[in-house]
């Protein structure tokens, strides 16, 4: 080993189109080594560049386009079941394609929502008079998107914690997913405060994070890297702070160590907040000051979009925290992948009634407006609804 080193530092090594993760000497998989033809053979083997690489670049700026984000709305059939059973409808896939008809045709949606995360019966379904959803996505300059993992699972010698199950056959569904039209993923697995987190709870989501978006590049998605840590709990906002830097400096090492293209990934993690039964709570301009503190100290600038879930607030605390972190620039594209904070109130005007549906993509739009002008920093909450001010907070569920 200590000979093969000596050779290495002889060969007068030359790098070229190397890019490094900060803090390492790692080298990523678009390099190319080139060594002098006299140097004897390099032990250093570098991986080749995706073929995938240019669009998956494109893909991300595309998504982290100024004024949009996420419309987050890939929740499993059994979610979408409880959403729908709150406004007492049936869980049936008539009543799912209704709703997701709802969303994806309101008028003007793409100068808001730049993409949208689709479950997978959805990828595949088509509106209610007969157009494919994904179809219906793209001509709203809307980038189609799916939900890839397979849910939570209790993690065996951990703390009442969970894993994300989802690696076996990813690969082939991924490509096959590529060819029906989407061009980004979403996996999503949790860390609980209350629960520790233990080190191996951490690292299991940090290593399932990174096989799942190396994966996923190779098959030309896009991979949204979410780590949820979890509302639950009556933790101070320092302790949040806390486990997310660990969280997320586990989730680089390991995004490096399976040679995740940065420029070609997207982030949607928790803001930075008190735990939901927290007596203290805290302002926009403190939720704000602790989420860039952290964002500054762990993500590289090369990630193009900070995509950040709601995580069970309320549709204008999201609205208002987002704008709060868009009061200055930022090297990344600081932005939302909402889910109810989209879609609660639009949800409740519609009440499954055909006649209420221009008056819930109306307000689909107007919350979809909103968090457009927060992702500029332009937001205020002034003429908001009571119903937008409210909480949405469910235990051990949150996004």
């Known amino acids: 080993m200590a000979s093969a080193s000596a050779s290495l530092l002889k060969s007068s090594l030359v790098i070229e189109k190397s890019e490094f993760v900060k803090g390492q000497s790692l080298l990523r998989q678009t390099s190319i080594v080139r060594c002098h033809p006299n140097a004897a053979a390099s032990p250093l083997t570098v991986r080749a560049s995706s073929s995938y690489a240019d669009e998956l670049v494109k893909t991300a700026k595309t998504i982290a386009s100024p004024g949009r984000g996420i419309l987050a709305m890939d929740e499993s059939n059994a979610t979408c079941g409880k959403r729908l059973a ?16 709802l969303l994806v045709t309101a008028p003007g949606l793409g100068q808001y929502i730049s993409g949208a995360i689709l479950f997978e019966e959805t990828l595949y379904q088509s509106t209610t008079d007969g157009k494919k959803m994904v179809d219906v996505l793209v001509k709203q300059n809307i980038v189609p998107g799916i939900k890839v993992d397979k849910g939570l699972v209790p993690l065996a010698g951990s703390n009442d914690e969970s894993w994300c199950q989802g690696l076996d ?32 709870a951490v690292k299991e989501a940090a290593w399932g994070l990174a096989r799942y978006a190396a994966i996923s590049q190779d098959n030309g998605l896009v991979p949204i890297v979410e780590p949820e ?17 660990k969280v997320w400096a586990e989730v680089f090492f ?38 860039l503190k952290l964002l500054r100290r762990r993500i590289p600038p090369a990630v193009p979009g900070i995509m950040f879930l709601s995580g069970g607030q309320s549709e204008v605390e ?38 209420n549906v221009k008056a819930a993509q109306e307000t689909l739009l107007v919350r979809a407006k909103a968090n457009s002008l927060a992702q500029l920093g332009k937001y205020s909450a002034e003429g908001e609804s009571e119903e937008a001010k409210k ?5 051990g569920y949150s996004y």
Request: aromatic share 10%; with cysteine.
């Open 318 to 355: 999201a609205t208002l925290n987002l704008n709060a972190m868009n009061q200055a620039p930022n090297p990344w594209h600081v932005s939302f992948s909402y889910a109810r904070a989209l879609q609660n109130t639009c949800l409740k005007t519609w009440g499954g009634r055909p006649e």
């Open 169 to 200: 056959g990813l690969a082939s569904r991924s490509a096959a997913y590529y060819q029906q039209g989407a061009r980004f993923a979403k996996w999503r697995t949790v860390v609980s405060i209350p629960n520790g987190p233990s080190a191996l």
């Open 254 to 291: 390991y995004l490096a160590e399976n040679n995740v293209m940065f420029e070609g990934i997207l982030l949607k993690p928790s803001m930075v907040t008190p735990g939901a039964e927290c007596k203290d709570k805290a302002t926009p301009g403190k939720v704000a000051e602790y989420t």
């Open 229 to 245: 840590i979890l509302l639950d709990g009556d933790h101070g906002i320092d302790r949040t702070f806390e486990v997310a830097q």
């Open 391 to 395: 909480g949405m907070f469910v235990k």
């Open 86 to 101: 709150s406004i007492g409808l049936e869980n049936t896939e008539a009543n799912r394609q209704a709703y997701r008809t």
